[in-house]
């Protein structure tokens, strides 16, 4: 059924004119009358008589009026599902406890009227892929990892360096160092069986161990932070990497040290990533507010030697 059509009905329903439904409608009389032809011979039944005052319904054009009532305001409930503005920004973070997560949560404080809808998407394949087919409207993602690269049509804009630090038990060698430097940790075990083959994350750690030694072991099944956490508390010789903007609470009676990394400071670099032409306003807003942003960390850093900057919007 023709929902312009569906349309003309109901404004001259409500108007009781034909020339006045049109003006209602900027169309044509003729235009008006046409879709009323064509809706009757879809439907099979005459819907309105014309009369000396104008249109009135038929006994059919009553019946089909309630419907057609229904019909417009479905319509107009579909189009505002998706109106720029009308539907929540819905935002890929990898993890809900990696820093793009906590980067989302400072923007729900600056702007707690722009509604969210934060999902978790593992691998920069379907992340892109969700991006470029209006799945979600942003993600952030490490940007071009090896054989990788920003598709036409999506804009990168980068929005954090994050420093690692060496997160070690009370026991280890670093425990009490005020700092270290990547060098240092040449033959030092790194575990971090969360660091799967595929993803950016594992090519960052490649590359740092390439370029600096650490081993990096992502051998056993991987049970999650706080597990983790457990081994390395207890451990003289097992690290990890983490850093202060990964939200996490240290189990009581651990005494975990969280130990800076300098000359260079490794930095793993986060970019949002949206397609170029999405409209939404929350969009906007959230670019502005990840632009407005320090980048950078202090002093000299490291970063992949693929981990360009893309090209903006």
């Known amino acids: 059924m023709d929902l312009k059509a569906v349309r003309a009905f109901v404004a001259i329903a409500d108007s009781g004119q034909f020339q006045k439904a049109a003006v209602d409608l900027a169309l044509t009389q003729q235009a008006v009358s ?28 009553q019946a ?40 989302v949560q ?19 394949e379907t992340a892109v892929a969700a991006v470029r087919d209006g799945a979600v409207d942003a993600t952030f993602r490490a940007v071009t990892m090896p054989g990788h690269r920003v598709p036409d049509g999506i804009a990168a804009l980068p929005v954090l360096d994050e420093p690692m ?7 280890h060698p670093f425990a009490r160092a005020p700092w270290v430097t990547p060098e240092q940790l040449a033959g030092h ?7 799967v083959p595929g993803t950016e994350w594992h090519a ?19 049970f999650g932070l706080e597990a983790l956490l457990d081994t390395i508390a207890g451990s003289p010789t097992v690290a990890t990497f983490l850093s202060e903007r990964t939200p996490h609470v240290w189990p009581v ?48 850093t490291w970063r992949p030697s693929w981990a360009e900057s893309p090209r903006p919007e």
């Open 34 to 61: 046409k879709r009323i032809a064509a809706l009757e011979k879809d439907l099979g039944v005459r819907l309105l008589v014309r009369t000396p005052r104008g249109a009135e319904l038929t006994i059919d054009g």
């Open 253 to 300: 009676g651990h005494d975990l040290r969280l130990v800076p990394l300098r000359d260079p400071v490794p930095a793993y670099p986060h970019s949002l990533l949206w397609r170029a032409d999405n409209p939404h306003p929350g969009l906007t807003a959230l670019r502005a507010h990840l632009a407005a942003q320090p980048r950078l960390t202090e002093g000299r």
């Open 64 to 103: 089909l009026l309630p419907h057609a009532r229904v019909l417009l305001q479905a319509e107009e409930r579909a189009a505002a599902a998706v109106r720029p503005g009308s539907r929540a920004l819905r935002v890929d973070v990898v993890g809900r406890r990696a820093a793009p997560g906590g980067l």
């Open 165 to 171: 630090h060496l997160c070690v038990g009370p026991d």
């Open 204 to 222: 960052y750690y490649e590359a740092l161990a390439a370029e600096f030694g650490p081993v990096i072991d992502t051998i056993g099944p991987n």
């Open 189 to 195: 075990r790194i575990w971090m069986p969360g660091n």
């Open 106 to 124: 400072e923007f729900h404080r600056a702007h707690p009227e722009i509604a969210l809808d934060v999902v978790t998407l593992f691998d920069v």
